[in-house]
């Protein structure tokens, strides 16, 4: 079920046009029920669930399948943040001959590709794990969707994806603890709602 797709920016993501879906929630309330039956009347819906290796993750996952297991129109996305490519992979030396050039191009784009699959591989356990919690609610994994994003600014993979994968709900996990503040701290959620609009932002945790 993972895969990996390159579209722009060095994002290995596909792309679609953003449909706003939904209302945007206050950062620090989960779903009201308001928002809950707005849900369930929606024709399609797709949520995009950020994950990590945390507790808060997968209680986050856990909360999710809960609420929308009985709700045939939804759509999850597990989205999970690799880390930050090596900078020999962001960009090569260039030349003035452009053929050397074009080799140096498809090298490069050949280089970044099998990086995001090692990474991937290595770190794919947490997408696993994620969605065997969220089978374990209930939730229809045939209804799931692993997905990979790289690092070159956490806040940016997520919103990048929020926007190009014409999400009607993004999900994302309080963090207190060091190792997991990387993907959640530092304003990441005051950007998802200043930067996606027509998105709800749930923040769980």
Do not use: C
């Not at 996305?77 to 074009?102: A, C, Q, W, Y």
């Not at 590709?113 to 290595?122: F, K, L, M, T």
């Not at 997905?147 to 999400?167: H, L, M, P, V």
């Amino acid at each position: 079920m993972a895969f990996v797709s390159k579209g722009t920016e060095g994002n290995f993501s596909l792309s679609y046009v953003v449909k706003p879906m939904a209302t945007i929630t206050k950062k620090d309330n989960h779903p009201s029920g308001e928002e809950q039956a707005s849900a369930t009347s929606t024709s399609s819906i797709k949520i995009l669930v950020a994950v990590d290796d945390s507790d808060q993750a997968v209680r986050a996952v856990q909360y999710v399948g809960s609420l929308l297991r009985d709700t045939h129109n939804v759509g999850v996305t597990l989205f999970h943040v690799l880390k930050p490519m090596p900078r020999e992979f962001m960009e090569h030396g260039g030349s003035e001959n452009p053929e050397i050039e074009d080799h140096l191009g498809v090298q490069l784009r050949k280089d970044q590709e099998d990086w995001v699959r090692r990474e991937g591989a290595i770190e794919y356990p947490i997408l696993l794990k994620a969605l065997e919690r969220l089978g374990q609610t209930g939730f229809p994994i045939d209804r799931v969707t692993l997905k990979f994003g790289y690092e070159r600014d956490i806040a940016d993979t997520i919103i990048d994806e929020a926007k190009s994968g014409n999400y009607g709900t993004v999900v994302v996990s309080r963090h207190e603890t060091s190792g997991v503040k990387r993907l959640f701290g530092n304003g990441i959620t005051d950007r998802l709602l200043r930067e996606v609009s027509g998105v709800a932002i749930w923040v769980l945790g």
